[in-house]
């Protein structure tokens, strides 16, 4: 049986059908049969018409008498009186007059359908009917529901999946058979042919456990041979310098953190090994992350190592910058910044210096992975708010050095542990799971919009004690214009308006960078009172002397974004307040609750990703093309144990080639998912 076999060989398959089919990406019978279904409707039970209750029923009936009308020009409605001789029943279908035709006859049929009451009557709506003699579809089983294909009838694609059943049963499974057994799993034809017809739905949920396996394992033993070929790869060796760690930490206006410690240590420890680093440092908003990137690139310069930090904006490259030319220069390492500002003759001289080694840490934007920038040395690579970025770019930037660089990716979106196992299962990860000491967790308030003007009171009174506020305007549509509109309103209303007597800064996308630069520096010294804005301070700007953060219509924003808004306040020992005004007084989603109620970025990201799934939140570039059909990546018990298989497996050097269905699919995973 070839499963490789086109859709128009298949019997009950015409022209037209095989048309429609490979329009849906359906070309094969393999492709039909592993189609699965999206979801199930019980029409199992046959009950007596005297016993009916209203819900989904199936009857077993013969047809008194039907008949059709039409109601509207191009509408019809036929009604039909069915009767099982328990008792009778009317039925009513909508624009189905073939019906009638189909009825007539003294045959026993199933119907299957809603029973309920409508036009004040009880009635059995649009039920699919099927002679008792041929063999049910629709009718008389657990039915599956495929997704919907332009074209077809539903009933038509369950009538060829019963004629390509005998495909079905013999599909060899692409498991190596130790693992079906050791994990007591369904052979994959047996959870195939649940699937499609069903006796009882402890079989779909045996199915889907198996098939939910299958995508994890592959999923978990791409990330670990992803993590096998570069372990394999030769690195620089960077020597633990004592006495630079020292005196960085001992120049710093602060204590780092136990979790800060713990990141740096776990840093110099890769540093030291001759295999690249590839680290995920994960840390809450304001959990102070650049510091560890700092310590790490001192590291670096003293043994002669360039390191080059990526950001995804120009404000915050240069806030960078800013940071670690503080934190590095007293000890004679360089910092240079490369962005899309830096013009001209000064720009070549920038170039010259990186690739002579005159500067030691390049900070920039996506101007770092021009083809024009060479490095001299470049021994480690940083990548701040990773997930801004693309496969393609990290690859580029850690290209730049002739070996494998040390490679810190890091991200404030905390990633529930679950998804990083999966997604992320070749990096290691640092988590900063602790704020710096003193902070107060920000007081965060959901605001309806009809009282606004106390809530300009209330920034008010923290500007009278010398703080700062930024008042983000939200993307009233996905265009563009409309959110530079709106910006631009919030600023002129509050200047004439509550605030005309207080310093008030405009910044958003369409500023030029230098522009920009201006308006953040100006709030960044104090010079201005208020920041109105959009999401472009998102990311990573601080500016610690602002306590107060106030976000117009709120509930168009995700969670995860939300969460980093309101982490432009709370970063000093001061008490901070997030205000989230609603568009609307109607009452809040349970998300918005969520973000009301706790300031853990890891909490909100589970939350997150249970209502909206993984590629909403994080990036459809990298996780929407994991096309996961039946796992989700919430399943902590079946990603552990798909996780020890999948390192079990690697462990005993077994040969994937062997298994040809599984190397496809894992080949596919290991480009999708890796980060270098
Ligand atoms: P993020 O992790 O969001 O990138 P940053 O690195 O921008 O956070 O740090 C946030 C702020 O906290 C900065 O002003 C930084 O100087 C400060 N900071 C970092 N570590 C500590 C610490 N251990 N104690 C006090 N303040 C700290
Ligand atoms: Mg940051």
């Given at each position: 049986m070839n499963l490789e076999l086109p859709l128009e060989a298949v019997k009950g398959v015409g022209e037209k059908t095989a048309e429609q089919l490979h329009a849906a990406g359906l070309d094969t019978v393999y492709d039909l049969i592993t189609f699965l279904p999206r979801a199930y409707e019980d029409f199992s039970e046959v009950v007596a018409i005297a016993d009916i209750r209203p819900g989904k029923r199936t009857i077993r009936a013969h047809c008194e008498k039907v008949e059709i009308k039409r109601v509207r020009r191009g509408m019809t409605v036929t009604t039909a009186v069915l009767s099982d001789g328990t008792a009778k029943l009317n039925a009513v279908w909508f624009n189905q007059p073939y019906r009638a035709a189909q009825l007539k006859g003294d045959d026993e049929y199933y119907f299957s359908g809603t029973f309920e009451f409508s036009y004040n009557r009880y009635q059995l709506t649009n039920p699919s009917a099927e002679k008792v003699s041929d063999m049910p579809v629709s009718t008389d089983r657990i039915v599956p529901i495929y997704r919907a294909i332009k074209g077809l009838k539903s009933q038509l694609v369950r009538k060829l999946l019963i004629e390509l059943r005998p495909y079905v049963r013999v599909l060899p499974d692409p498991l190596p058979d130790g693992i079906v057994k050791s994990q007591k799993l369904l052979p994959y034809a047996e959870a195939l042919l649940a699937l499609h017809f069903p006796k009882s739905s402890a079989d779909i949920e045996r199915a889907r456990e198996r098939l939910a396996f299958d995508e994890l394992f592959d999923l978990l033993l791409a990330a670990e041979l992803n993590k096998q070929s570069h372990a394999s790869l030769k690195g620089w060796q960077i020597p633990f310098d004592q006495v630079a760690v020292k005196d960085f930490v001992a120049g710093l206006p602060f204590q780092l953190t136990d979790a800060q410690r713990r990141a740096a240590w776990e840093i110099i420890q890769d540093f030291e090994r001759d295999v690249p680093m590839n680290r995920l440092l994960q840390g809450d908003v304001g959990s102070g992350k650049t510091v560890v990137a700092g310590l790490a690139a001192r590291q670096a310069a003293s043994s002669g190592f360039q390191s080059a930090i990526m950001a995804p904006t120009e404000i915050l490259a240069s806030q960078h910058a800013e940071t670690l030319t503080a934190l590095l220069q007293p000890f004679g390492v360089t910092v240079g910044l490369l962005t899309?500002?830096?013009?001209?003759k000064a720009r070549e001289e920038l170039y010259k210096q990186i690739a002579s080694g005159g500067v030691d840490v390049v900070v920039g934007t996506?101007?770092?992975?021009?083809?024009a920038v060479t490095f001299h040395r470049l021994g480690f690579v940083v990548i701040d708010e990773q997930h801004r970025f693309g496969v393609a770019q990290r690859q580029q930037l850690l290209h730049k050095s002739d070996h494998m660089p040390h490679l810190l990716a890091m991200t404030a979106t905390p990633i529930p542990r679950s998804l990083a196992l999966t997604v992320y299962g070749e990096l290691d990860i640092s988590v900063l799971n602790e704020r710096p000491k003193g902070r107060k967790p920000i007081l965060t308030k959901l605001w309806s919009p009809n009282s606004r003007s106390q809530l300009y009171d209330l920034i008010e009174e923290q500007l009278a004690q010398g703080r700062q506020a930024y008042v983000i305007c939200s993307l009233i549509d996905d265009n563009a214009d409309n959110e530079l509109k709106s910006v631009q309103a919030e600023y002129k209303k509050l200047r004439v308006g509550p605030f005309k007597h207080r310093q008030i800064g405009l910044l958003h996308g369409k500023l030029k960078p230098a522009e920009k630069e201006a308006v953040m520096a100006d709030f960044a010294s104090g010079k201005t009172d208020i920041l109105v804005s959009?999401?472009?301070?998102?990311?990573?700007?601080?500016?610690?002397?602002?306590t107060v953060i106030m976000i117009e219509n709120a509930d168009r924003f995700g969670l995860a974004q939300l969460h980093q808004l309101r982490?432009?306040?709370?970063?000093?020992e001061r008490q901070s307040y997030c205000y989230l005004v609603m568009s609307d007084s109607k009452a809040p989603s349970k998300r918005l609750r969520e973000i009301e109620k706790s300031n853990d970025g890891f909490h909100l990201a589970q939350v997150d990703l249970d209502l909206r799934g993984p590629g909403e939140i994080y990036g459809?570039?990298?996780?929407?093309?994991?096309?996961?059909?039946?796992?989700?990546?919430?399943?902590t018990q079946l990603i552990a144990r798909a996780q020890r298989e999948a390192r079990a497996f690697v462990t005993a050097n077994r040969d994937l080639l062997q298994y040809k269905q599984l190397a496809n699919q894992v080949e596919r995973y290991q480009r999708l998912t890796k980060l270098n």
């Open positions: 899309g500002s830096v013009k001209g996506h101007a770092l992975i021009q083809d959009t999401t472009v301070v998102e990311v990573g700007v601080d500016v610690p002397n602002a982490g432009r306040v709370g970063r000093s459809r570039a990298q996780h929407g093309d994991l096309n996961l059909q039946v796992a989700t990546l919430g399943d």
